[in-house]
């Protein structure tokens, strides 16, 4: 199987392409955006070739270790304490955070990574501004589980959950997703 997967636009609907396989998605509702010209809040997809960094899943929603077969990637379980800081005020912006850390709260703007919705059961983080962070640029940009009614994301790339587990355990040492 080949190492990167693509997200194409094929008449105005997109897919995630792994090898020979062909996934449905759904990307931000600013549609495909260069990655130079993202900002915070613009709810597009940032173009670009980009590396895949992490795991992140709800361990009282699904078990996950039994359902993958590779070891490349780090899994994080997801807790009500688990947040991703999107206020670029923040010298943690575009990076997970603790939303209560030692009894104290965080004090900036954060998305809340446990959620009521299935979304965030199991989310792949994707390596867009983080080598180096740059303020405003964008953050929380992942691939994670489509809404019920499959509507679009604020930057994300949505899929099944069925079609997300079979994304990871596809995943080899270098795979990068590239966004076109």
């Known amino acids: 199987m080949q190492k990167n997967w693509l997200v194409i636009n094929f008449n105005k609907k997109y897919f995630l392409k792994v090898g020979n396989k062909a996934f449905g998605c759904q990307i931000g509702t600013g549609g495909l955006k260069n990655a130079a010209r993202k900002v915070e809040g613009d709810k597009s997809t940032p173009s670009g070739k980009w590396p895949i960094k992490s795991i ?5 929603k699904i078990n996950l270790p039994k359902l993958i077969s590779n070891s490349f990637l780090t899994l994080n379980k997801i807790t009500k304490n688990c947040g991703w800081c999107d206020d670029y005020k923040s010298s943690d912006y575009n990076r997970y955070i603790e939303i209560n850390k030692n009894g104290k709260a965080f004090s900036y703007s954060y998305e809340n990574l446990w959620r009521e919705d299935d979304v965030y059961d199991i989310f792949i983080e994707i390596g867009f501004n983080d080598d180096p962070v740059i303020s405003k640029r964008g953050s929380a940009i ?6 019920e009614d499959l509507r679009d994301t604020s930057g994300c790339i949505a899929i099944s959950k069925e079609n997300l587990i079979f994304l990871i355990n596809s995943i080899k040492k270098h795979t990068k997703i590239n966004i076109i």
Do not use: E, G, L, M
Not at 56 to 60: A, C, G, T
Not at 142 to 147: L, V
């Open 56 to 60: 992140y899943y709800r361990p009282d």
């Open 142 to 147: 992942f691939i994670h589980c489509s809404f």
